[in-house]
């Protein structure tokens, strides 16, 4: 029987059920899970009808969900059903206005695009066509910001965008403080495309030129440590911008031959190559466990199936789904990258009573993952013995001895709603608090929410009285309430709570067996320094992390996430 949460209900009604033209709704929750998994199965060569009845076990049980795209689209007419693009900015006003025409469609279609804007020339540059002057990369991220905000994907969720700047190029510091002005960037995450040259240029103490890209002429001198501090005074201030480790990234590329990857998804969650996209979907690790002599344990028997499957059926996507332009089809058919990853994981810890911020759940991060690694690759093994490998896979760092059917298997995204749909935490993030209110999409609704696993918990212990719920209410956390046993408060420890340097920790054992990469939060209190945000994105960068996302509570106004204290 399929049981869902009321969040899930109310976010599943106004924007994943499908609506006949007068906007109501036309079919229930396990309707859309036939849907997705009839359409999925459709590929199937043999056994169709048991592919169908397994991905809709998995589906409706809420063991794993796909990216909200092919929730919404997958068995309607052209659905387009993938979350993650990137796409070119070439340095002509066609190049960006095409990119922006075809972004446009991406968005209508729920989908996220990525941009790495280095290749424009500077601003105040002479334009030959024009006798005028150019106006620089950050403008026409402005005039993405604004169609973007046009364009609210049908109803169903704003674009997500990410817009990378290059560390050498000379309008990098208008890039780094673009968010802060007053007619700042909403529908863009910016992150800055970080060498390491220049991370070595900054430990050293050495100057840093910023080089025009299209005459490769150096127009300024500065010391990296001054653009260092920039960056980080900036993100300290207001969550942005993060940082994208170009070279990291490029050491990984699967198929370096076919190009070098100089950008990521919104979230920074899959690095791609010029009109490449990706399919996501997700384990709900607080699912995968049995319970053995009234011990709670990983059940996994369970995640081996769930991960075959899993991967199974984002392959299957690849080969259903609707393209809206050449361009991706065949890049993306080519490469046939998929990143398949996981939610609820703070969730499961509680279930295991392992502390979040514990050196064991570090260790435990890494065994999980390692072995979701290794089914994942057997199981796209085992697809390319019996489809093929993915085309490029010639010109692919696994040829001639590893046969794949897809360039990438794994990706740690968001799960910014799927988690809300299968009720769970987010992602690999701890909990953020055991009670907030949740702004809705599209802003205009929000939700309220007590952790179940929590109340359980204390309910167990015979601790929930009035008392601590209405300080739950108020405060979000548990800290100060005396009644309460010390190792309970640690094994609920909050996002807030829970030092930079573990949660740090936990993005690096999840990247090491991740091909693509994870996208994390650090969140941070309110308190912390612009010294401790250096200290996060320089370990960030030893620990080989693809990329890095800090957040300070409270530096942006509309933050997604609020804790009830705080309404
Ligand atoms: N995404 C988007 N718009 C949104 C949220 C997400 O385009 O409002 C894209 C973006 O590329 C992001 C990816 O979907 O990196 C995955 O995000 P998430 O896991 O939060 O999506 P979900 O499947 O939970 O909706």
Redesign the pocket.
Known sequence: MLTLSNNARQILNERYLLKDNKGHIIETPQQLFKRVATFVAGCEKRQKDLFEIQFYKMLSGLYF???????MNAGCKKGQLS???VLPVEDSLKGIFNTLKYAAL??QS?????FNFSKLRPKDEIVSSASGSSSGPVAFIKVYDAATEYVK?GGK??????GILNIDHPDIEAFITSKSSRDAIENFNISVGISDDFMRAVVQDLNWNLINPRTKKITKVLKAKDLWHLIVHEAWRTGDPGLIFIDTINTQNPTPKIGRIDCT??????PLLNYESCN?G?INLAKMIVEKDEKILIDWKKLTKTIHLGIRFLDNIITLNHYLLPQIKRITTANRKIGL?V?GWAELLILLEVPYASDEAVALAEQVMQFIKKESFTASEKLANERGVFPNWNDSIYSPKYKLRNATCNSI?????????ANTS??IEPLFALAYNRVG?LGNETQTEINTLFIEKIKQLNLWTPQVENTVLRTGSIENIKIIPDHIKHLFKTSLDISWQYHLLHQRAFQKYTDNAV?KTINLSEEKTAEDVSKIFMTAWNYKLKGITIYRYGSKTNQVLQKCSLN
């Open positions: 969900l796909p990216n909200s795209p092919t929730l979350a993650c693009f991406i968005h729920g989908g996220g695009t990525g994907q969720r704003r674009g997500a965008n990410m998804n919104p979230c920074g969650e899959v996501l997700s990853g939610m995204a968001p799960t910014g709603t799927i988690s809300v749909i987010y992602s999409i996208s």
